[in-house]
């Protein structure tokens, strides 16, 4: 019999306690560890929608810059504008600029002179160009004058916004496109005109 009953006998109070405590500790650690992963998956969700942004924005600078027009370049402030070739004859060239506005990098004019936000969470940008045998200018040529040297790139140079990850400053370097070669002049006629120098000779 009092074997019967310790073979019937069930768990005792302390035992369902201690279990309860052991999965209730299980349980904490379990939602813990699921919180972290969450937490992480957020941020680097952000950090790659914010590298996806800087790869866009560069990527739309360095299209527009090697497709512009020679010697349209031009400093308007601290905005750059140029033309951007066509891309067919029945298209002509299109006005191109990109300035700092509002925090952000801009670009414009679009369609019906509406402003593209490129890159937001800018906090300055400059511009340089390069010029062989001088180096680095952040001057521009006059496009008036026909001997002015003709920059051969251009960089770009921004610095992000305090508190955006990632943070820090960029810098794209474009090569700009040579502009047509000039047509030599026509060489002079070297057939003997009537009256010349020949017939006199003669």
Known sequence: MRACRQAQAGFTLVEVIVSLALFALISLGGLALVDTVLR???RLGGRLD?????QR????VSRDLEGSEPGTLAMAGDALRFARRG???LRPALPVAYALRDGALVRGPGAGGAVQRVLPGVAAVRWRFLYPGVGWSAALPDPEDPRAPTPR?????IDLAAGTRPGGALRRVVELPLPSPRPAPAAPDATPQP???LDRAT
Request: glycine letters at 14%; zero cysteines.
């Open 195 to 197: 009256g010349g120098l």
């Open 40 to 42: 992480a998956e957020e």
């Open 87 to 89: 891309s067919s004859l």
């Open 50 to 54: 914010r590298l996806g942004e800087l």
């Open 57 to 60: 924005a560069m990527l739309l």
């Open 153 to 157: 790139a251009a960089a770009l140079e």
